[in-house]
């Protein structure tokens, strides 16, 4: 089965202990990204890659960072989480035909 | 740039029509749409191409706006499944896409 896959899919953690998601794809899609949801601002991209290898900053990336040494995984990493990125994250991957499949999301809470 | 959604919410009945609508800033050459429906991941809908060609749900129409940097979603007869979150999203130069706020559309009996 078509799949993107996202671990954890809750997460409840203090401020600045070092977390990370994870994002994996079986459907061999070259592009993949992470997007953050909060109440009324929609889906806000964070990083998205184009290929192994190759990565690029979103609308708000600061505080997070990628890396897709993998094709089919592009995990999410923050090294210091704060309060303010309590949010609902998705992780998303697509080919050329700008379809994008989305994970079930991770809900993450930092006290 | 985030595209600008409208309206932000509407409510209607079982069978009523209704309208969303995406506009930007920026010239377009595609619109995309996506449906969440609540607690779940987005969905896509469908593709909307410079020159009017259409891609995807076939219970659900859309129009695209070049010149005005617009698109409408046409939601008729609507059925309670239709309820959820509806965004538009805008292309960037990497294939990735910028979605607007949302609209949330509710469904009565």
């Known amino acids: 089965e078509a799949q993107v896959t996202q671990n954890p899919r809750y997460l409840i953690t203090v401020t600045g202990k070092k977390l990370t998601v994870t994002c994996s794809q079986n459907?061999?899609?070259?592009?993949m990204s992470w997007y953050r949801q909060d109440p009324g601002l929609g889906l806000r991209q964070i990083y998205y890659?184009?290929?192994?290898?190759?990565?690029d900053k979103g609308d708000v990336p600061e505080g997070y960072k990628v890396s897709r040494k993998e094709k089919r995984n592009f995990p999410l990493i923050l090294e210091s989480p704060s309060p303010n990125q309590t949010s609902l994250y998705f992780c998303a991957s697509w080919s050329y035909s700008y379809e994008q499949y989305f994970g079930p999301g991770t809900r993450l809470t930092v006290t | 740039q985030q595209p600008v959604q409208s309206p932000q919410a509407v409510i209607l009945r079982e069978g009523e029509d209704a309208v969303i609508n995406c506009s930007s800033s920026k010239a377009l050459y595609s619109v995309h749409w996506y449906r969440q429906k609540h607690g779940e991941a987005p969905v896509f809908l469908m593709i909307l191409l410079k020159g009017g060609e259409q891609k995807g749900h076939d219970k659900i129409s859309a129009s695209f706006n070049e010149k005005k940097q617009q698109s409408s979603l046409y939601l008729t007869a609507s059925q309670l499944s239709y309820s959820g979150t509806y965004f538009c999203g805008t292309p960037g130069s990497a294939r990735q896409l910028t979605f607007g706020s949302g609209t949330q559309l509710t469904v009565l009996p």
């Open positions: 459907m061999n899609h070259e592009y």
């Open positions: 890659s184009m290929n192994v290898e190759v990565t």
